[in-house]
């Protein structure tokens, strides 16, 4: 997000996180950052794609980010080294019906959250759902966000959801207006809905 009219719009309906793309080769880069207060109730998700240590430091300092979201090829090293920065991670895997859910262990003292998305052409923002039934596959502790072409058609299915890791949901494209715009008044319909 980067309009500041359309960052209060969705801050009035107290999301628990916020997330800003600083990833150059995104639709929805942020170059400058809004000045904007934002609640401390509400977390600020820097959103990185294999970025250096050094500058995710500088712009979790600068902006008072809560997290770190990493779309890229990071490794468990790469986490570890920023985790001993104090820098909470959010660690994004793209998901399909070959994914191996084992193969995340190793994040898991260096990682908060877990967000699944899903596999495709672009390091997330594919605006296309994954077979959440794989989701049984995962049997890790650490609590997961759930992403991927996720819209108000899909509010039933999320309220179904059993998982004992499942932390939320993470919207975007099927939100939006335009890429950093988002739909306001169909946030706020969702939103009902899931209630």
């Not at 468990?76 to 019906?97: G, H, M, Q, R, T």
């Not at 077979?131 to 039933?156: E, R």
């Not at 299915?157 to 008044?185: R, T, V």
């Amino acid at each position: 997000m980067r309009d500041k009219e359309n960052i209060s719009g969705l801050l009035a309906l107290k999301p628990d996180y916020i997330g800003f793309i600083f990833y150059d080769k995104s639709k929805r880069f942020v170059a400058d950052f809004p000045q904007i207060e934002i609640p401390s109730t509400i977390k600020k998700v820097g959103v990185f794609v294999n970025e250096t240590i050094e500058e995710i430091i500088e712009k979790a300092n600068k902006h008072t980010l809560d997290f770190a979201q990493l779309h890229g090829n990071e490794t468990p090293e790469y986490c570890s080294a920023l985790s001993a920065k104090n820098i909470k991670i959010i660690k994004a895997f793209s998901v399909d019906e070959n994914f191996d859910f084992s193969a995340i262990k190793s994040f898991e003292k260096c990682v908060s959250i877990f967000l699944f998305d899903t596999k495709g052409n672009n390091y997330g923002g594919n605006g296309v759902k994954f077979n959440w039934d794989l989701l049984q596959n995962y049997k890790g502790k650490i609590p997961f966000l759930l992403s991927g072409g996720i819209n108000k058609n899909d509010a039933d299915e999320i309220k179904k959801m059993k998982h004992l890791a499942f932390l939320g949901i993470d919207i975007n494209s099927g939100f939006e207006l335009e890429p950093g715009l988002k739909n306001i008044k169909e946030i706020k319909e969702f939103k009902s809905l899931l209630i």
